[in-house]
C-alpha cells in the first residue's frame, strides 16, 4: 500500500531530464515531481527526472580502519562509487527512499559517474517502490532517476472501452544515516564485486532491494588457513 511521504515537500524544477541537470535533494525533504510531458502542463525535454544526493554523516568506521579496508578492496575489484582514496576513514552511510505514485513508474539508483546501481519497478501504480537500505561512503554523489515503468501501458493502446490516465505526479524521499557495522555495499551482485568481510565485523547485514537482486561477500583468510 501507497506510504505518506517523509517531512517536507520541495516541488521538482525542470529542466532536470538528465544527470548534468539534476536537481539537488535536500536533507530532510521530499520532492514533488511530475512526469507530464512538455506538452501536458509538463516543462522539460521528457518523461525521465533525475535527483542528486550527496551522502553525509558523521557515523564512524569501526577501530578507523574498516573503511579504509573496504576502500583498499573496492578499487581493487573496479567497484564504482567508493573508488577514492579520498573516502578513507569515511563513515558508512545508509540510504532509504519511497516513491509513490498514482501511476506506474521505476526508480533507478546511480552513482557519482551515472552508472546504474539499482532498479527498482516491483509495485504498480497507486503503490511505493521502497528502497530499503542503500550503503555508501560519507562524500559520494548519489543520483536518483524517476522515470514511467516500462510495463505501463503506451497511451493510444486502451485494453477497453474507457482509457483512465493515471495522474503523473509522484512525491520522492530520501533519508540517509550512519549505516550499521557490516552492511553491505552494492554494486555486490557478482563474485568480482562482493563486500568484503572485514576483521572485526562478524556479524554481517544487507537488503535484497529486487526480486533479482544478490548480494555476494568475500573472506580473505590468511595464507596457511
Request: without cysteine; glycine residues 12%.
Amino acid at each position: 500500500p501507497g506510504a505518506a511521504p517523509v517531512g517536507p515537500l520541495n516541488d521538482e524544477h525542470e529542466p532536470d531530464d538528465d544527470r548534468e541537470h539534476a536537481q539537488p535533494l535536500e536533507v530532510g525533504k521530499g520532492v514533488r515531481g511530475s512526469l507530464a510531458p512538455p506538452t501536458q502542463e509538463g516543462a522539460g525535454k521528457g518523461d525521465d527526472d533525475w535527483y542528486s544526493l550527496l551522502a553525509q554523516g558523521d557515523g564512524a568506521a569501526p577501530d578507523g580502519s574498516a573503511s579504509s579496508q573496504r576502500i583498499d578492496s573496492a578499487q581493487q575489484r573496479g567497484a564504482p562509487f567508493i573508488d577514492s582514496a579520498q573516502q578513507r576513514g569515511a563513515p558508512f552511510i545508509e540510504l532509504r527512499a519511497q516513491l509513490l505514485s498514482a501511476t506506474d513508474v521505476q526508480l533507478e539508483i546511480m552513482d557519482g559517474e551515472g552508472r546504474r546501481l539499482l532498479t527498482l519497478d516491483e509495485r504498480p501504480g497507486g503503490d511505493t517502490e521502497v528502497l530499503s537500505g542503500l550503503t555508501v561512503a560519507a562524500g559520494q554523489t548519489v543520483y536518483f532517476r524517476v522515470r514511467p515503468s516500462p510495463r505501463r501501458p503506451k497511451p493510444g493502446r486502451p485494453a477497453g472501452p474507457v482509457v483512465v490516465v493515471p495522474d503523473p505526479a509522484y512525491t520522492l524521499t530520501v533519508t540517509q544515516a550512519a549505516a550499521p557495522p557490516g552492511s553491505e555495499a552494492e554494486p555486490n551482485d557478482t563474485p568480482a564485486l562482493a563486500t568484503p568481510v572485514i576483521a572485526g565485523e562478524p556479524v554481517l547485514s544487507g537488503v535484497l532491494h529486487a526480486k533479482k537482486d544478490e548480494d555476494w561477500f568475500a573472506l580473505t583468510l590468511p595464507e596457511g588457513q
